[in-house]
C-alpha cells in the first residue's frame, strides 16, 4: 500500500464522521495524543522518545496536552509523568544556569546546544503538512469531494487558507463549499442571537453549539 493511499483512507473516514470540527485540527491533535500516548506507556523502555521530548522540552500547548494525555489513560499515571517531567526539568535547570553563566560572560557567548524546540509541535506540524497536501489531492476525487459537501465539518480558518496557498482545479470549488457552510453557520448564530431576545418565545435548538462551532472555525489573519 502506498503512503498517498493511507492518507486517501484516513481523508475519507475523517470526512464521513459526524464531527464538525475541522478533520484537518482532528487529526493533528490524534497524531500528537497519540505519540504521546505511545510513549508514556511504555517510557521505561523507551529511550528514544524520551529524548525526543527532553532535548526540546514542551511549548505551553503540548504541555497541556501531556497533562490531558496522562488524566485520559488511567494506565499512564503519576509514575510515568513524573519521570519523564522530572527529566525534563532537570534538563532545563542545565538550561538556566548556563544561560545566567552566558549573559555574565557575553564576549565569551559559546553557542549553546542546539534543539528544534517542542518536539509535539514537530509531530503536529509534519502531520499538518501531510493533509493539507491530501486534502489538495483528493478533493479531485468525486467521492471526496460530495462527501465533505454533505458533512457537518467545517475545514478551519487557518487550514482553508493554507489549501488555498497553492491553487488547483478545485480551489473555486472549495471556497464556495466554504461560503456556504460558514454562511450556515452565521445563519445558526443569528438564530441563537435572536432567540436570546427578552420577547422571544422559542425555545433553542441545534443553534445552542453555534458559537462553539464558530471559535473552532475561526483563526488569525495574517499581519503581512
Ligand atoms: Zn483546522
Ligand atoms: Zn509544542
Redesign the pocket.
Known amino acids: 500500500m502506498k503512503a498517498t493511499d493511507v492518507v486517501e483512507s484516513e481523508i475519507i473516514t475523517l470526512v464521513k464522521q459526524s464531527e464538525e470540527r ?1 478533520p ?2 482532528r487529526v493533528v491533535d490524534k497524531a500528537v495524543s497519540g505519540w504521546l500516548d505511545g510513549a508514556l506507556s511504555d517510557l521505561l523502555h523507551n529511550e528514544e522518545a524520551r529524548a525526543k521530548l527532553n532535548n526540546g522540552g514542551l511549548c505551553r500547548k503540548h504541555s497541556e496536552v501531556f497533562v490531558e494525555v496522562v488524566k485520559s489513560n488511567s494506565s499512564i499515571g503519576p509514575l510515568s509523568a513524573s519521570i519523564m517531567l522530572s527529566e525534563i526539568l532537570r534538563n532545563q535547570l542545565i538550561a538556566i544556569k548556563a544561560k545566567e553563566k552566558r549573559s555574565r560572560l557575553e564576549r565569551l557567548r559559546a553557542p549553546g546546544k542546539k534543539t528544534e524546540g517542542c518536539y509535539l509541535c514537530r509531530i503536529a506540524l509534519e502531520t499538518e503538512y501531510r493533509f493539507v497536501n491530501g486534502f489538495r489531492v483528493f478533493f479531485s476525487r468525486p467521492e471526496v469531494k460530495h462527501s465533505y459537501e454533505r458533512s457537518e465539518t467545517i ?2 480558518f ?2 482553508t487558507t493554507q489549501l488555498l496557498e497553492r491553487p488547483t482545479d478545485v480551489s473555486e470549488w472549495f471556497v464556495s463549499v466554504q461560503r456556504s457552510k460558514i454562511s450556515a453557520l452565521l445563519d445558526e448564530m443569528d438564530l441563537l442571537i435572536n432567540k436570546h431576545d427578552y420577547r422571544s418565545k422559542e425555545s433553542i435548538g441545534k443553534e445552542s453549539s453555534s458559537w462553539v462551532r464558530a471559535i473552532q472555525t475561526i483563526g488569525e489573519l495574517s499581519r503581512h
Open positions: 475541522c484537518i485540527c475545514i478551519c487557518d487550514h
